[in-house]
């Protein structure tokens, strides 16, 4: 059974810093990881998308790496601003076909507060 | 990217009621997931939904509790039945958009239950 970790829990920065969120998964058979943005109360807003053949992914100030055989994945926020505070999520999807295909697993987040 | 709208984004609900919750994707999708967030706590899937047969469930979720409707490939409604405190969640859909674009969701129903 897949098991996603996030560390650490929460992070409380001051603005501008550049800081790290890390996400472990169990099972190194995932087809792609995904790392998400939630606000409070809200829904998921997708950040970033790495296939399970890529290394990375950039999107602005964000960077997302993968280590597949590792089971690791790291998002790297640069030059943080108040408005990156939320909670953020990493997912990963099993290889498809079978019964897993479409499951999610979702780690706990990681709640990140910037602070001006 | 697919775009999905749900509703309502919230409510408040008496106990021992039902509250149906909708999710319209702006394309056709083949399956659609839907999926509870307890207070504090990350993701949990409740079923997946195909056009044209029943949900399939996961383990700890049954059809009289979470009752599901696809009637055709863009809409979907999860039913909360005989509501208790402990349906106070977020409850989310989500569609695949495809292996470019991952996994699209909606912005969610917020649950409270009195």
């Known amino acids: 059974k897949q098991e996603v970790t996030q560390i650490p829990a929460a992070l409380s920065v001051p603005e501008g810093e550049n800081l790290v969120l890390n996400c472990s998964f169990t099972d190194s058979a995932i087809y792609n990881l995904q790392w998400f943005r939630q606000d409070p109360g809200k829904g998921l807003t997708s950040l970033l998308l790495?296939?399970?053949?890529?290394r990375e992914q950039t999107s602005g100030r964000l960077n997302a790496s993968l280590d597949k055989s590792s089971g690791r994945s790291t998002l790297y926020i640069a030059a943080s601003q108040p408005g990156d505070s939320a909670t953020y999520l990493c997912a990963v999807r099993p290889d498809a076909g079978g019964t897993s295909y479409g499951k999610l697993t979702f780690g706990q987040g990681t709640i990140l507060t910037v602070h001006p | 990217s697919a775009v999905i709208s749900q509703k309502p984004s919230r409510d408040i609900c008496q106990r021992g009621t039902s509250l149906t919750i909708q999710c319209q994707v702006d394309?056709?999708?083949?399956?659609m997931f839907w999926y509870r967030q307890q207070p504090g706590q990350s993701l949990t899937l409740i079923a997946t939904?195909?056009?044209?047969?029943?949900?399939?469930?996961e383990s700890g979720f049954v059809i009289d509790k979470f009752p599901i409707s696809r009637p055709n490939l863009t809409f979907s409604t999860l039913t909360v039945s005989n509501m208790s405190p402990e349906d106070s969640s977020i409850y989310l859909c989500?569609?695949?958009?495809?292996?470019?674009?991952?996994?699209?969701f909606g912005s969610g129903t917020r649950l409270t239950v009195v």
């Open positions: 989500s569609v695949l958009g495809g292996a470019i674009y991952g996994y699209t």
């Open positions: 394309s056709q999708v083949t399956m």
């Open positions: 790495i296939q399970s053949s890529q």
């Open positions: 939904a195909n056009q044209g047969s029943e949900a399939t469930y």
